[in-house]
């Protein structure tokens, strides 16, 4: 049997889903979209609010003695342009007083790929001395960072220096660690980069929703180091003999 286009153009109608006839059924329906829709954006919200009131600039950051700069990515072995900026930030604090050591956490999963070691580089050729420099190489992501910050080189309060878009889910996640943080967002242009990492960050709020309600293990703990108290303890010297 043959079928003319409109038998196939009913056929192919009838085929997808239908909307509730029903007053009552589309009600229900829209309730659902909503209810969904409401929790879609509860991590965010969450996100939000637990950063509320810790967001501040280079210029009024109050003065902590660590700095935790997050990684961003490298580009032929050195810092890409938005890791850069993060660490202008953390030179700019330094000359300025504000803090005393960084701690530059990021991924050193590869040989050949090994952001902390980069970031050091990066500090120390624009004036921060490499003894103030204290290298994290499994900050594999932003719970990752927080985790190893508070548990392995026993850092209880900071300033997070990383972009806009990402750094209250940075200030959420080191507070769920039991890192009393502020933090620092470089301000970018809005380009394609820009927009890509705003909305990556709706896609995280999710996992960071989850990461600080069930506290993962990160992907490597590994033993205490002493690293960012040796770096204090080398800043407190001075001062006492003064």
């Not at 996992?207 to 002493?226: I, Q, S, W």
Request: charged fraction near 25%; glycine fraction near 10%; include cysteine.
């Amino acid at each position: 049997m043959r079928h003319g286009p409109r038998h196939v153009l009913r056929r192919a109608r009838g085929a997808g889903p239908r909307l509730p006839r029903t007053r009552a059924g589309r009600r229900r329906l829209t309730q659902a979209v909503m209810a969904v829709c409401v929790l879609a954006l509860l991590p965010a919200t969450w996100l939000r609010l637990a950063a509320d009131g810790r967001l501040r600039t280079t210029a009024d950051v109050p003065r902590t003695e660590v700095a935790v700069v997050f990684g961003a990515g490298l580009w032929d072995g050195e810092p890409s342009p938005y890791l850069a900026h993060r660490l202008d930030a953390a030179v700019e604090l330094y000359r300025a007083g504000r803090i005393e050591v960084v701690l530059v956490t990021g991924d050193n999963s590869r040989e050949d790929y090994d952001e902390p070691d980069a970031m050091r580089a990066y500090l120390t050729r624009h004036g921060v001395p490499d003894a103030r420099i204290v290298s994290d190489y499994a900050g594999f992501d932003t719970w990752d960072s927080c985790v190893r910050a508070r548990k392995i080189f026993g850092v209880d309060r900071a300033v997070l220096i990383s972009q806009g878009f990402h750094i209250r889910r940075a200030v959420a996640l080191c507070r769920a660690a039991g890192v009393s943080s502020y933090g620092v967002g470089v301000d970018e242009r809005h380009d394609a980069t820009w927009y890509y990492g705003g909305v990556r960050e709706i896609l995280a709020a999710g996992k960071a929703a989850a990461d600080a309600a069930f506290h993962p293990d990160p992907r490597f703990l590994g033993p205490e180091e002493p690293g960012v108290e040796r770096a204090l303890a080398g800043v407190r010297a001075p001062e006492a003999a003064g």
